[in-house]
């Protein structure tokens, strides 16, 4: 059996033996190495190059945002984010660390958690984020002891993955204006995100909706985070919000709550969970096809499982234009594939694509189902 060599990185002695100890009681892992700091995390990643790597953010001197990009740029390779969702400083690295090409992350465990529970999480949480075939990230900035470290000899990016169905033209039904854009994502979404809307023209008026599936810890400070990284407001729905004065916003769905259009409003639901998620991308797709219909957009990106899909059809079969990322440019292939398998995507767009695809959807004035 091909065991998973993990390199462990954590500055805290006791987390970081606990953190291998769960490990060694799996025979399906092989702790290869542990770190302390970043410096040491790169060195010994480069050396080793491990299957995939857990990373603390707090580190000192290189810091783990800081291995995390280097890795990311010269060796990359899957990184869990095992970090602490009680420090904002250190939620906002994470967020950073996501958007560098880190896969996921899972809070530390608080010691309150019934016996087997986290340590059931945080195994099966590695094994996903090993499976991962990540890319060269270029966006590093380098900072202290990691910028006197030079590229590994032959680092190249990997072989695109081919999408499961070619990107098509707008045909020109395809191009008339949409009043509210929706959009889904989760493992990979927070980096997918920034790159869509950031690319959205900054005179759009159509508000964009946002599902994101991330840890309730730590989606307490990611609206802030957005907002930072785009030139538009970003804010959590509160519920009541009337979406014809929310031109040119981003809203995002709330931690553990459904967003909901009803009325040309917006409501937030503690309903059901849809595939083991709330807020679920099904839940708002499938409200904006009933309100909006063809006056509406909607966008599946990256993701594991398939929330969002049968949303995404759903949106199509009213008229709604209708995109989702391709194969080579997803972290995970799971949702959009979900969709293009059910032929709820018009169209199947890499990552730098889509923000322009949609701005010129968006182009409206109009701000209510016609």
């Not at 590695?126 to 470290?149: D, F, N, P, Y």
């Not at 039904?173 to 690319?199: D, F, N, W």
């Not at 538009?232 to 809203?251: D, I």
Request: charged share 20%; net charge neutral; aromatic share 4%.
């Amino acid at each position: 059996m091909n065991r998973l060599r993990v390199l462990v990185v954590e500055d805290s002695i006791t987390i970081r033996k606990r953190l291998v100890e769960v490990l060694e009681e799996d025979q399906q892992f092989e702790v290869v190495a542990e770190a302390a700091d970043g410096r040491q995390a790169i060195d010994r990643c480069l050396q080793l190059r491990p299957d995939v790597v857990t990373m603390d953010m707090m580190l000192p001197g290189v810091t783990g945002l800081d291995a995390t990009e280097y890795i990311m740029a010269h060796c990359p390779t899957p990184i869990l984010v095992v970090s602490a969702s009680f420090n904002r400083g250190e939620v906002l690295n994470t967020y950073d660390a996501l958007a560098a090409g880190a896969v996921d992350v899972i809070e530390k465990p608080s010691g309150r958690e019934p016996p087997g529970v986290w340590e059931s999480d945080f195994r099966r949480a590695l094994k996903i984020v090993s499976r991962v075939r990540v890319i060269t990230h270029l966006r590093a900035r380098l900072g202290g002891a990691g910028r006197e470290l030079p590229a590994p000899a032959g680092a190249s990016r990997p072989p695109s993955r081919r999408s499961l169905a070619p990107s098509a033209p707008l045909a020109p039904e395809e191009s008339r204006s949409r009043s509210l854009l929706a959009i889904g994502a989760s493992t990979g979404g927070p980096s997918a995100l920034v790159q869509v809307l950031g690319a959205l023209p900054r005179d759009l008026q159509s508000p964009a909706l946002v599902v994101l599936h991330i840890g309730s810890s730590f989606a307490f400070a990611f609206a802030d985070w957005l907002g930072a990284q785009l030139a538009r407001p970003v804010a959590y729905a509160q519920g009541g919000e009337v979406v014809a004065t929310l031109r040119g916003r981003v809203v995002l769905a709330p931690p553990e709550r459904h967003l909901i259009v009803h009325g040309g409003r917006l409501v937030l639901s503690d309903g059901p969970e849809r595939h083991s998620c709330r807020p679920s991308v099904d839940v708002l797709f499938e409200s904006v096809a009933r309100e909006y219909g063809a006056d509406a957009a909607g966008c599946l990106l990256t993701g594991m499982g398939r929330d969002g899909a049968a949303g995404l059809l759903a949106l199509r079969r009213a008229g709604a234009a209708t995109v989702a990322q391709d194969e080579a440019t997803s972290v995970i292939y799971g949702m959009p594939r979900e969709a293009a398998l059910l032929g709820a995507a018009e169209r199947i767009l890499p990552l730098g694509e889509i923000g322009a695809a949609l701005g010129a959807l968006g182009r409206s004035n109009k701000s209510g189902p016609t």
